[in-house]
């Protein structure tokens, strides 16, 4: 019934950019936490961004390792999150997944009820 599809990821050389795309259907996600995280091979689930709305005002929320290269938005009338990466290194390389959750907030992957299937990102050096 609810179903969140990533899509945007491929194969960039380091110092590319990347724009990931979140659209959900079956329900209207403009009310909910929308984050990204991301595992690479043999590593842990780990957060990436996150965006709440509350009323006219945005949340965003950022990794330390991405901030200031990513950027979190998103497109309610869309039902569309997105995440821009820009200056993007090999350590970035991972299947990226979107997830929502009720609520402001949400750094952890076990807050979030909701999850895509995943798109790869794969920086070369």
């Known amino acids: 019934q609810v179903r969140l599809v990533e899509s945007g990821g491929g194969l960039v050389q380091a110092g590319d950019s990347l724009r990931l795309s979140c659209t959900a259907s079956g329900r209207t996600v403009g009310t909910y936490t929308m984050g990204w995280f991301r595992q690479a091979p043999g590593k842990e689930r780990e957060f990436v961004s996150a965006?709440?709305?509350?009323?006219?005002?945005?949340?965003?929320y950022y990794a330390d390792s991405v901030k200031g290269r990513f950027t979190i938005s998103r497109d309610d009338s869309k039902n569309t999150g997105y995440l821009q990466m820009n200056s993007l290194k090999p350590e970035d390389t991972a299947v990226y997944y979107c997830?929502?959750?009720?609520?402001?907030?949400?750094?952890?992957?076990?807050?979030?009820?909701?999850w895509g299937q995943g798109t790869q990102v794969t920086v070369s050096s």
């Open positions: 965006i709440s709305r509350s009323g006219p005002t945005y949340y965003a």
């Open positions: 997830a929502v959750k009720e609520g402001l907030g949400g750094l952890t992957s076990s807050a979030y009820s909701l």
